[in-house]
C-alpha cells in the first residue's frame, strides 16, 4: 500500500505528490489528465515567479518535476470511488482498487459551457472563462459577460476596469448577484444588461467579433459586435465520484479546514475541488503543499 495517494494531477496534486515524496514516504498519484486544467490554457501570466508561461509547457514541467522523485505514476485512470476500511481504499473505473494510509484529493472541477455554437470554436480566441487569468487581454476592448450570478456580476465589475465596455447577459428574468455587486455594477458607467435573454451564438472568423442573443419573451434576436465573451455560469468541482463518504457543500464542493483535513481522518483534499474562495493555479499548488504536509503530520501521528 502506499503511504500517501494523491487523487488528480492538475498543480494542486502534482504539488501534494512533491511534498510528500520529499519525505522520503512512498507516495502514489493517479490522474486522468496529468496536468488538469492547465492543459486547457493558453497564456499565463500570474503564477508569481514567472513572467510568462503556456499551458501545455506547465503540464510537462509539472510532470517532470514530479518525476524527480520516486512517485508512482498512474496515468489515464479514474477513481469512482473511496472507501475507508483498515487503509483508505479508491476504487479506479477499470476495476483496480488502490490502498493507502492517507489519500490527498485533487480532482479539481471544470468551468460550466453554454453550448453554443463558437464557444468551443473560440475558446482561448476571444471566449473565456477567468476574468482574473484572461481580463488584462481586453484592455480597452468591448466584452460580454454571459451569466449574472455573483461570480458574472463580480467578473462585470473586474472587467469594466480594463475593457472598453462590457456587456451582461442574464437568463433570468432578474440578477442573482447579491445587492451589493449590483449595487455596483449599476454605478459604472462602461456596463450595459440585458434580462431574459439567451445567448444564440458566439459569431467570429479565426477569433470572436460578437454574440448573438434572444429576448426570452418577445423574441426578439439582437447581435453586438465586441472581441471578448467571458462564461460564468459556474464552476463544478469534480467530485461526483465520492459520493456520501465525504462532506460536500451544497454546490458539491469537498468541504475542508485549513490543514486541507475533509471529516474523514487520513482523506484529505486540495485545489479547485474543495470550498476555497479562490480558484487559481498558485492556490492549488500551496492548497497542495499544505495538504501534503497535514497527512506527513497525520501519518507520524498514527
Ligand atoms: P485541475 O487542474 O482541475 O486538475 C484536476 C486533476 O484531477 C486532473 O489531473 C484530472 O484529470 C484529475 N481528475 C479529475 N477527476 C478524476 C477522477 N475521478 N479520477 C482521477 N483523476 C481525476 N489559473 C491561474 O492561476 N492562471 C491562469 O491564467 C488560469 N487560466 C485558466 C484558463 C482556463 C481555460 C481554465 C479552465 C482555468 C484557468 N485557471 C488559471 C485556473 C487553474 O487552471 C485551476 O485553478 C487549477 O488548474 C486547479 O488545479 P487543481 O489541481 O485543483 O485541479
Redesign the pocket.
Known sequence: PFEILV?????????AAIYAARKGIRTGI?????????L????????IGTKYTE?PKLAQSLEEHVKNYEVDIIRG????GLAKKDLIEVE??NGAVLKSKAVII??????RKVNVPGEEEF??KGV???P???GPLFKGKRVAVIGGGNSGIEAAIDLAGVAEQVTVLEFMPELKADAVLQAHLNSLPNVTVYKNVQTKEITGAGKVDGITFTHRETGEEKHLNLEGVFVQIGLTA?TD?LGDTVNRNRIGEIVVDSHNNTNVPGVFA?????DSPY???????G??ANAALSAFDYLIRN
Not at 7 to 15: D, E, I, L, R, T
Open positions: 487523487v488528480g494531477g492538475g498543480p494542486a496534486g502534482a504539488s493517479v490522474a486522468e489528465r496529468f496536468g488538469g486544467q492547465v486547457d490554457t493558453l497564456g499565463i501570466e500570474n503564477l499551458g485512470q479514474r477513481a469512482k479506479l473505473e485533487s480532482t479539481g472541477a471544470r468551468w475558446n482561448t473565456a472563462y477567468c482574473h487569468c484572461d469534480n465520484w486540495a485545489g479547485d475541488c474543495t480558484k487559481q493555479i498558485i492556490i492549488s499548488m492548497s497542495g
